[in-house]
């Protein structure tokens, strides 16, 4: 398995993978929303033999008051689910991470699963004072501060790109 940027032609493949790991179009449609407004600032790819069968994307997210912080929020992630528990998810995260931390973002957040996500250093974003504008239980809305100390003294809500739609995913 490879882990690499999302290229054009992976575009249908991508579309494919979180149809089926969702089970809808929501999440693919805002990958899709995303990449056309130029918001996927990291979309990378699992694949094997030039088949795709995972898919990671950060885009922006900001806080109001604090501008000057690089923010990015985690997801849509997906995964095919007859490759789901391999290990696939787990490399996207560490991979897009690493990226995010080699462009400077300060911090990502993610609205996910609180068994999966605290071992890539994400905690509660509430123990940063940080909320989420979707209405979502405390333990799923996590962040990870990549620049230490960075949100020392910062407090807000987050907002997310409209693609969103209110999905927070």
């Known amino acids: 398995m490879r882990v690499r940027p999302e290229t054009d032609a992976d575009r249908a493949a991508v ?15 805002i990958v899709d929303a995303l990449r056309a407004k130029g918001l996927d600032l990291v979309s990378l790819v699992a694949e094997r033999d030039g088949v795709v069968f995972g898919h990671i994307l950060f885009s922006p997210v900001s806080l109001a008051g604090h501008g000057e912080l690089k923010l990015t929020g985690l997801g849509p992630m997906a995964v095919l689910p007859r490759h789901q528990r391999d290990g696939i998810g787990s490399a996207l995260v560490r991979d897009g991470l690493l990226q995010c931390e080699q462009l400077g973002v300060h911090a990502v957040v993610v609205v996910g699963h609180p068994q999966f996500y605290p071992r890539f250093g994400f905690v509660p974003a509430s123990r940063y004072a ?6 979502v239980p ?6 990870a501060e990549l620049a230490p100390g960075a949100l020392r003294g910062v407090s807000g809500l987050i907002r997310y790109d409209a693609a969103f739609g209110g999905a927070g995913h």
């Open 15 to 29: 579309r494919a993978v979180n149809e089926a790991a969702f089970e809808s179009s929501m999440e693919a449609d």
């Open 130 to 135: 940080i909320r989420c504008e979707y209405d």
């Open 138 to 143: 405390d333990d799923v809305f996590m962040l």
